[in-house]
């Protein structure tokens, strides 16, 4: 199994960057996937979830309104759009896969959100 996240950077407060997360190794259309993040100095916050057919997507308060969930099942990819970014939005972003618990996780991208 390998999970790959890409499109982390640097954007100014207001801004918008998009995730992907390029799944191997398994069966991709068969799970349940979620972004969980980690900010500077926190623990590790749930960001989002989706179905395994995308059809049911689930936020944190947090993030309701701005961010979107979304995955490919043809191109094995978990996405996330990010808008009306804020500073507190700064962290390392994971794309994980959920078994009967989250099992696999990739190595992470850096968001960072700043003037």
């Known amino acids: 199994v390998q999970l790959v996240e890409s499109g982390g950077g640097l954007v100014q407060p207001g801004g918008s960057l998009s995730l992907s997360c390029a799944a191997s190794?398994?069966?991709?259309?068969?799970?349940?996937m979620a972004w969980v993040r980690q900010a500077p100095g926190k623990g590790l916050e749930w960001v989002s979830s989706?179905?395994?057919?995308?059809?049911?997507?689930y936020g944190a308060d947090s993030v309701k309104g701005r961010f979107t969930i979304s995955r490919d099942n043809a191109k094995n990819t978990l996405y996330l759009q990010m808008n009306s970014l804020k500073s507190e939005d700064t962290a390392v972003y994971y794309c994980?896969?959920?078994?009967?618990?989250?099992?696999?996780w990739g190595q992470g991208t850096q968001v960072t959100v700043s003037s």
């Open positions: 989706i179905g395994s057919d995308g059809s049911r997507t």
């Open positions: 190794g398994f069966t991709f259309s068969d799970y349940y």
């Open positions: 994980t896969r959920k078994g009967t618990v989250y099992d696999y």
